[in-house]
């Protein structure tokens, strides 16, 4: 699975937009990106994938850019329960090692009132 | 309500007591896992399920022990606990194994302290 980089932390105001960068630069075409955070000492919790489009649910929006080499995970209107760290995850669709996921140290976000 | 359950949540105990922590999920989930996180090291895999009596090993396999004889149930055995197992332990659970695009549902974690 390929490898990403994110800055170690990041601050937020409460009601802006949250942007989390994340780098991929080595990640293959059948591989996808993944966001998961883990609110402090509790289990981690999916939020968002994709491909390579462009992907929006309830919790927030992925952008993914023309190269696939980066991406932005949006929080479009951050509140105090968004303080978490967030991990960037790439992986392929299938492997035969079962569907581990593998956290690299992620970026904690801070929302401040 | 879909979730994963574990207990205890809290455990502390000595070197060499047997010991299990269970999991549970509700969801009629085939794959389920144990994931222990440790500060610096991140959420490193100790066992997985594909489905029912079919159990692998992870990353970290060393010291656990799991079965998997009915599919809501994963039980994580430690025979005989060290202090470098002291850790906290995570269990999850997705809807089938090999595809990353099922999401994975993580249970609210142990906390282990071996003394």
């Known amino acids: 699975d390929a490898k990403t980089t994110q800055p170690t932390s990041m601050d937020c105001a409460e009601g802006r937009a949250a942007n989390l960068p994340c780098n991929h630069s080595?990640?293959?075409?059948?591989?996808?990106v993944y966001w998961y955070r883990q609110i402090h000492s509790q289990g981690p919790q999916y939020i968002i994938h994709?491909?390579?489009n462009n992907e929006t649910n309830e919790m927030a929006s992925l952008i993914i850019t023309e190269d696939r080499k980066s991406s932005t995970l949006i929080l479009p209107h951050a509140t105090l329960r968004d303080t978490a760290v967030y991990y960037c995850?790439?992986?392929?669709?299938?492997?035969?090692?079962?569907?581990?996921?593998?956290f690299g140290g992620g970026t904690r976000l801070m929302v401040k009132p | 309500e879909a979730q994963v359950t574990q207990n205890p949540r809290y455990l502390i105990t000595v070197t060499g007591k047997k010991l299990t922590v269970t999991c549970s999920q509700n969801?009629?989930?085939?794959?389920m896992s144990w994931y222990r996180q440790d500060p610096g090291l991140g959420l490193r895999q100790i066992y997985y399920?594909?489905?029912?009596?079919?159990?692998d090993k992870g990353d970290v396999p060393e010291g656990y022990k799991v079965s998997r004889k009915e599919k809501r149930n994963f039980p994580l055995i430690l025979e005989s606990p060290s202090p470098n197992q002291t850790s906290l332990y995570f269990c999850?659970?997705?809807?089938?194994?090999?595809?990353?695009?099922?999401?994975?549902?993580f249970g609210p974690g142990t906390r282990l302290t071996v003394l």
């Open positions: 995850i790439v992986r392929v669709a299938f492997n035969n090692a079962g569907n581990m996921l593998t």
């Open positions: 399920s594909m489905n029912v009596e079919v159990t």
């Open positions: 969801m009629n989930h085939e794959y």
């Open positions: 994709g491909l390579k």
């Open positions: 080595t990640i293959s075409g059948n591989e996808y």
């Open positions: 999850a659970s997705s809807r089938m194994g090999g595809a990353s695009t099922d999401t994975q549902y």
